[in-house]
């Protein structure tokens, strides 16, 4: 096989990359995530001190520095707006799948190496990382890099694959935290205790050169940090955002022990039933070192977090470098009927997504006081008519054309009809979800930049609304002249003057005193 990537691989990974930049700048900041990492990133810029991070003024010791120097450059070059603070995970998720699609070529071709990079670019938690303005398609990439790197040093032993690993290690450690450490360390543990290569294990722990490019990369912002925060740093990111996060359920995120096992199929949607491949092949799972090992690294993820108290879906995207290679590598024994049953998993899944929008406005009539239904249910209902049209433009040649379908093969057509759910999500579904849930939100905060004053939030946590106004909220409600708040709380502010209300949501002015301006 040719080391050179043939002409066909780079249109593709352009229309990968163009599939994930398609509508970032169109949809509004989700809260609470988005819209707290971009408000840092725009606190960041306006105050100038890039060595930290604050949400509305206060210290915001939730993740490490790097996500928000990454939002901040792009910023820079593209402005303070949705579309840069996305960029980041969106290029982190497509480097991800062209870093897959290097690993697997020399091992099974290029065309399970263009599959790589096509399941990790249209799978459901893959996908939504690479359109959330957070931490997490960078230590997604981040961890990708490393388990490529050190499954290479587990084949070779070669250094420079260790090296390697110790500088997407000390990334990590940037963008996110020790989890960027404790995967990659426990994976080759539990690797050489499988395989008995406690050489490999020896070589990587007394490697200095390897460990002085992690602390190169790493250690300076933590010694900065806790040379200028001190204790704080040490109780607000060690201990609360990572020590008690396992330990004690956060922000009433928990779940029972089998969360993972009911989430994880759904973020590999619409590839999952793949898996399918492999029940009467564990034979072979085990016999092919690269397979095993991937593995191993999905089984260390899903139970670590499994075991963590705080339980969040994207938890498990980690598992992301496993779960690529051994979906690639059952390509090569998918059967015809397999091959059907994924088609048809894929259209029921296509089918729930576009369903659920609906569903959900129908459980929700009469919960959300002044929010009017018939709007976003008219926008929706009027969206579905192109989403039938790009499928009949898409598929229609296949139906009609036996030679194209021929062609493509099942595992093409399979490709095909992931990127067409992948482009829909895109153009459709999401921004309906966007607009519909935090459309209010960015109508106030755009309205409230002519009115001055400061604002607080009672009721919720928008902090999406402080990037659109470019103003920071404030904690105390005794602080404010305006407040921010859903319209069924309005009643308790009686006496204050409401500015405007938009889908549920209103911004209330505290009234003048008597005899003040």
């Known amino acids: 096989m040719s080391a050179r990537p043939p002409t066909w691989m780079w249109p593709l990974a352009l229309c990968l ?4 930049l398609t509508g970032l700048g169109r949809v509004p900041l989700f809260d609470v995530d988005e819209g707290a990492f971009s ?3 725009r606190e960041m810029l306006s105050s100038g001190d890039w060595g930290h991070t604050t949400l509305n003024g206060t210290d915001r010791f939730d993740k490490p520095i790097g996500v928000y120097w990454l939002q901040s450059l792009s910023a820079l070059i593209f402005g303070v707006n949705e579309f840069s603070m996305r960029l980041p995970s969106a290029l982190a998720t497509w480097l991800a799948a062209l870093a897959a699609s290097g690993f697997v070529a020399p091992r099974w071709g290029w065309r399970a190496a263009a599959m790589a990079a096509v399941i990790h670019v249209t799978s ?17 990439l981040f961890l990708m890099l490393s388990a490529l790197d050190l499954w290479r040093y587990l084949e070779s032993g070669q250094v420079s694959s260790l090296r390697r690993l110790a500088a997407w290690v000390g990334l990590g450690l940037l963008v996110k935290g020790p989890v960027a450490v404790l995967i990659p360390s426990a994976v080759l543990l539990l690797a050489c205790l499988t395989e008995g290569q406690w050489r490999r294990l020896r070589q990587a722990l007394v490697d200095l050169k390897a460990w002085a490019i992690l602390l190169v990369i790493a250690l300076p912002w933590y010694a900065y940090a806790l040379w200028r925060h001190g204790q704080a740093f040490v109780d607000g990111f060690i201990l609360r955002h990572n020590i008690d996060r396992f330990a004690a ?54 139970v670590f977090f499994s075991l963590s108290s705080t339980k969040l879906p994207h938890y498990g995207i980690y598992a992301a470098p496993g779960m690529v290679v051994l979906l690639v590598a059952g390509l090569g024994h998918l059967r015809y009927w397999q091959g059907l049953l994924c088609g048809f998993m894929l259209v029921l899944w296509h089918t729930l997504m576009l369903a659920l ?40 040649p296949l139906v009609l054309w036996p030679r194209a379908r021929q062609a493509l093969g099942a595992v093409g057509l399979l490709s095909a009809m992931a990127g067409i759910h992948a482009l829909v ?28 004053g400061a604002v607080a939030q009672v009721g919720g946590n928008w902090p999406s609304f402080a990037f659109y106004r470019q103003e920071s909220m404030v904690k105390e409600l005794r602080q404010a002249d305006m407040v921010l708040i859903p319209v069924q709380r309005a009643t308790e502010f009686a006496h204050w003057e409401t500015l405007a209300t938009v889908q549920g949501m209103a911004l209330l002015r505290r009234p003048m005193e008597a005899g003040k301006p």
């Open 17 to 20: 990359l163009l599939l994930l």
């Open 39 to 41: 408000e840092a990133t």
């Open 124 to 140: 459901f938690g893959s996908w939504a990382m690479a359109h959330a303005a957070t931490a997490d398609a960078l230590l997604g």
């Open 249 to 302: 359920p956060m922000e009433g995120h928990s779940g029972g022990w089998f969360y993972f096992v009911l989430v994880a199929p759904l973020l590999w949607m619409p590839w999952t039933p793949l898996l399918l491949v492999w029940r009467h092949r564990v034979g072979l799972i085990w016999r092919d070192d690269a397979v095993r090992r991937a593995l191993i690294w999905i089984a260390f993820v899903l």
């Open 357 to 396: 929008p609906l569903v959900w406005l129908q459980k929700t009539q009469g919960i959300h006081v002044g929010f009017t239904w018939s709007e976003p249910l008219q926008l929706y209902t009027a969206q579905l008519w192109p989403v039938a049209l790009i499928w009949g433009v898409l598929l229609t």
């Open 425 to 452: 999500l895109t153009l459709f579904i999401w921004p309906w979800w966007a607009n519909s849930l935090q459309g209010p939100v960015k109508t106030l905060g755009l309205a409230a930049r002519d009115w001055t």
